[in-house]
């Protein structure tokens, strides 16, 4: 009786979602279970205790097999081939924006040029400036807006409204963004540093590309492959369905043999009991009874 309130009270106690079945026993149970069979001293119940921990294991690691079968045929189907996609994609736009930037770089500190809101700056503490201005004027909160280029690149311009920072993305085929600060001078530090950092960017996406491959490749080596331990479950399965008929059946007997020894009890009374002499006065006053209403019939000479 514990161990099946135990049962019932862990499928309760759970901060996972209701479900409407239950067939894996937990720790708690069981202990109450390894009471139970030790209280008994049957064999067959002490047994059927230890299989019902081993099946209950195997049933979860088959489960997480199956899990992992159904992940890799999404991985292999969808996953993995739109990240693939994904990351070529990439990789194409950052080349194509490293040789961009190779083109258009400034290599020489003189000859700095930076478009801002339709005006060419030549010095940068004067684009520093004019990018704060610009700043300052932005009316619109997550709304980009173009405000001009710099080394052939497009620049735009939005507040953050999470992050209360202003963010300028560069692009020409891909799009690469960096925070802005209150130095004017610094922002347009950070904006040398972004794009210098593409080469850095395409060695990452190139190293990201491999590993979602080799991913593909070990997903589809796995894919389809049995659960190691099918034939143990079947195995103890089936001796757990010996050992709970048998059991079932040693219950049904003993239940049969306490009903029957009950009602046995109730429909012969101890001798000499209250309950018998009330019984025998009973049927004493009813004969005496029907032998006065014979007399009386004579008497009258109905018969």
């Not at 992940?71 to 070529?88: M, V, W």
């Not at 311009?157 to 963004?177: A, G, N, P, R």
């Not at 491959?213 to 079947?234: R, S």
């Not at 009991?273 to 004493?284: P, R, T, V």
Request: with cysteine.
């Amino acid at each position: 009786m514990i161990e099946n309130k135990q049962k019932f009270i862990s499928q309760i106690m759970t901060s996972k979602a209701p479900v409407r079945s239950c067939e894996d026993v937990d720790e708690a149970a069981l202990s109450y279970a390894e009471v139970k069979a030790l209280a008994t001293g049957n064999p067959a119940v002490k047994e059927k205790m230890a299989l019902d921990v081993d099946v209950a294991k195997l049933k979860l690691l088959k489960a997480n097999h199956m899990n992992n079968q159904y992940r890799l045929e999404d991985d292999i189907a969808r996953n993995f081939p739109q990240q693939i996609a994904k990351l070529t994609e990439t990789i194409d736009s950052y080349k194509a924006d490293i040789a961009h930037y190779q083109e258009h770089k400034i290599t020489d500190p003189e000859q700095f040029s930076m478009e801002i809101s339709g005006k060419v700056f030549t010095e940068k503490k004067e684009a520093g400036a004019a990018l704060l201005a610009v700043c300052k004027d932005m009316k619109a909160v997550d709304a980009a807006m173009d405000i001009g280029n710099y080394q052939g690149f497009n620049m735009r311009i939005q507040f953050d409204s999470w992050s209360k920072e202003f963010i300028l993305s560069v692009k020409h085929e891909s799009v690469s963004k960096v925070h802005l600060g209150a130095d004017a001078l610094g922002n347009i530090t950070r904006i040398n540093n972004l794009l210098e950092s593409y080469p850095e960017k395409l060695a990452e996406a190139e190293q990201r590309l491999e590993t979602v491959q080799e991913q593909l490749t070990n997903a589809k080596e796995e894919v389809g492959k049995p659960f190691t331990k099918e034939e143990e479950l079947n195995q103890k399965l089936e001796r757990l369905s010996e050992l709970n008929a048998l059991l079932n059946m040693d219950e049904r007997e003993d239940t049969e043999a306490e009903q029957s020894e009950s009602k046995e009890k109730e429909e012969r009374p101890a001798r000499g009991s209250i309950h018998e002499k009330l019984q025998i006065y009973k049927e004493k006053s009813q004969r005496e009874s029907e032998n006065g209403r014979e007399d009386r019939k004579r008497d009258f000479g109905l018969e």
